[in-house]
Nanobody
Framework: QVQLVESGGGLVQAGGSLRLSCAAS????????TGWFRQGPGQEREFVAG???????FYADSVKGRFTISSYNAKNTVFLQMSSLKPADTAVYYC?????????????????WGQGTQVTVSS
């Protein structure tokens, strides 16, 4: 059974930082592509960041320079370090895995999803 569990969400003031974690079972991050998506109030789910099986990272323009995606293969965990947070970053953040090499930015291209973790940034 494949399971992805996100954690680390919470309430933070604008300009603050937060680190999200995605722990996986049944899937090995080091041999797959992993993406972080988010869905804000009244918004559609959008791509935030992704990391390939080789460690290459990709970011949406809206978070580039502020967010960093990384992996800890020994614990089969992927992180999303978020800094300089803005109220516009408020959303439910989801971890997703795609079995393959390519890191797509389309949510329908991913095979497995976590339940999400809420991030709220106050102004």
């Amino acid at each position: 059974q494949v399971q992805l569990v996100e954690s680390g969400g919470g309430l933070v003031q604008a300009g603050g930082s937060l680190r999200l974690s995605c722990a996986a079972s049944g899937v090995t991050f080091s041999t797959n592509a992993t993406g972080w998506f988010r869905q804000g109030p009244g918004q559609e789910r959008e791509f935030v960041a992704g990391i390939s099986r080789s460690g290459n990272s990709f970011y949406a323009d809206s978070v580039k320079g502020r967010f960093t995606i990384s992996s800890y293969n020994a614990k089969n965990t992927v992180f999303l370090q978020m800094s300089s947070l803005k109220p516009a970053d408020t959303a439910v953040y989801y971890c997703a895995v795609r079995r393959g090499i390519v890191v797509p930015t389309i949510d329908s291209d991913y095979n497995y999803w976590g339940q999400g973790t809420q991030v709220t940034v106050s102004s």
